[in-house]
């Protein structure tokens, strides 16, 4: 997404210009996908965060999607009435909008910090909730090495079996003991650094 577009939303969104809000805005972001992209900035008072930001026009036609599947669901139980699949039409139009939320996204991570404070060697950036809205996020910048990265975790002399075992106790924990799961867990969404201990933590 072009820079402009990126600090169109963020004024559409915070009613103020970048400018404003950070002192500093990286141009090359940090990582793209389909809905946002992140960009590594710096607060008015000198703390580095991660701005995620919602693609221009995602929401828009996100709606257009809701539309065209609820359409076609009701077209083939129109022409195929033992076509019992409704309910995917139904799940799209709730859960599509809490997808896009980045409120919602946020919300959840503050569930997980939570969820998971004993772990002293996970660390969940916190939340600026002054500049949240539903195509915006911000959070403390972490750094570290992706966790598929073996060359770069082994430079770090970060040991990847405790990386490992880490990442499984994490997710024991999420799924045996609160049945609530981060189903995200792509290498751009776990980093490793090394802790004042020198261990491995999880970001």
């Given at each position: 997404m072009?820079?402009e577009?990126?600090?169109s939303?963020?004024e559409s969104e915070l009613k103020q210009?970048?400018?404003?809000?950070?002192v500093?805005f990286?141009e090359?972001?940090?990582?793209?996908?389909?809905l946002?992209?992140?960009h590594?900035?710096?607060?008015k008072?000198?703390r580095q965060?991660?701005?995620?930001v919602?693609?221009?026009f995602?929401?828009?036609h996100?709606?257009?999607?809701?539309?065209?599947?609820?359409?076609?669901?009701?077209g083939?139980k129109?022409?195929?009435?033992q076509?019992?699949f409704?309910?995917?039409?139904d799940?799209m139009?709730?859960?599509?909008?809490?997808e896009l939320?980045?409120?919602?996204?946020?919300k959840n991570?503050?569930?997980?910090?939570?969820?998971?404070k004993?772990f002293e060697?996970?660390?969940i950036?916190q939340i600026?909730?002054?500049y949240?809205?539903d195509r915006t996020?911000v959070m403390?910048y972490?750094?570290?090495?992706?966790?598929?990265?073996m060359?770069?975790?082994?430079k770090?002399g970060i040991?990847?079996?405790?990386?490992s075992?880490?990442i499984?106790q994490?997710?024991?924990?999420?799924?045996?003991?609160?049945g609530?799961?981060?189903c995200?867990p792509?290498?751009?969404?776990?980093?490793v650094?090394?802790?004042?201990?020198?261990s491995?933590?999880?970001?």
């Amino acid at each position: 997404m072009p820079l402009e577009d990126i600090y169109s939303v963020i004024e559409s969104e915070l009613k103020q210009p970048a400018s404003e809000i950070f002192v500093d805005f990286d141009e090359e972001p940090l990582g793209t996908a389909s809905l946002a992209q992140v960009h590594k900035a710096t607060l008015k008072d000198g703390r580095q965060v991660a701005v995620k930001v919602q693609h221009k026009f995602v929401k828009k036609h996100s709606f257009v999607d809701i539309y065209t599947m609820d359409l076609l669901v009701r077209g083939v139980k129109f022409v195929f009435p033992q076509f019992e699949f409704m309910w995917l039409a139904d799940e799209m139009k709730k859960n599509l909008p809490l997808e896009l939320s980045f409120i919602q996204e946020a919300k959840n991570a503050e569930k997980v910090a939570r969820m998971l404070k004993d772990f002293e060697w996970l660390k969940i950036p916190q939340i600026e909730w002054n500049y949240v809205t539903d195509r915006t996020l911000v959070m403390e910048y972490c750094s570290g090495c992706h966790v598929d990265d073996m060359d770069s975790l082994k430079k770090a002399g970060i040991d990847v079996y405790d990386v490992s075992r880490k990442i499984g106790q994490m997710y024991s924990k999420m799924i045996f003991d609160d049945g609530y799961v981060h189903c995200d867990p792509h290498p751009g969404n776990v980093l490793v650094q090394k802790n004042e201990s020198g261990s491995a933590q999880i970001v």
